[in-house]
C-alpha cells in the first residue's frame, strides 16, 4: 500500500522553527515530485513547496519564501520541509502529496497529487 506520513507539527512560538517530515512506505519516492500543502479552516487549501525528483528545483509560495526550505533525503525515503521564523498566519494542517506527472514548476498546485498523506497540525502562537 502507498503511503505517505507526516510528521513534526506540534505548537510552537511566533519566531520558532520546525521540521516536517514526509515519509514514504510501500513505493520510493524517486521519480515523484513532493509538494506540501496547507488548510487552514475558511481558507483554501494552498500550495506551500514543492520539490522535484531530483531536488534540483524547488518552488515556494511568496509568503514563505526566505523562511522555509524543502529538501529530500533519497536514503531515507523523506522530503523535509525546514521551516524557520514561524508567524501566526504559518498554522494550519499541513499535507505532503506526490505525483510523478507533476512538476515542479510555477502554478504546480493546480493538478491534484495523486498520492497523499493524512496531515500533520501546525500551530503558531503570538
Known amino acids: 500500500q502507498l503511503q505517505l506520513v507526516e510528521s513534526g507539527g506540534t505548537l510552537v512560538q511566533s519566531g520558532g522553527s520546525l521540521r516536517l517530515s514526509c515519509a514514504a512506505s510501500?513505493?520510493?519516492?524517486?521519480?515523484?515530485?513532493i509538494g506540501w500543502f496547507r488548510q487552514t479552516p475558511g481558507k483554501e487549501r494552498e500550495g506551500v513547496s514543492c520539490i522535484a525528483p531530483t531536488g534540483r528545483a524547488t518552488n515556494y509560495v511568496d509568503s514563505v519564501k526566505g523562511r522555509f526550505t524543502i529538501s529530500r533525503n533519497a536514503a531515507k525515503n523523506t522530503v523535509y520541509l525546514q521551516m524557520n521564523d514561524l508567524k501566526p498566519e504559518d498554522t494550519g494542517v499541513y499535507y505532503c502529496a506526490g505525483d510523478m506527472r507533476i512538476m515542479c514548476i510555477p502554478g504546480w498546485y493546480v493538478n491534484e497529487p495523486d498520492h497523499w498523506g493524512q496531515g500533520t497540525q501546525v500551530t503558531v502562537s503570538s
Open positions: 510501500g513505493f520510493t519516492l524517486d521519480g515523484y515530485t
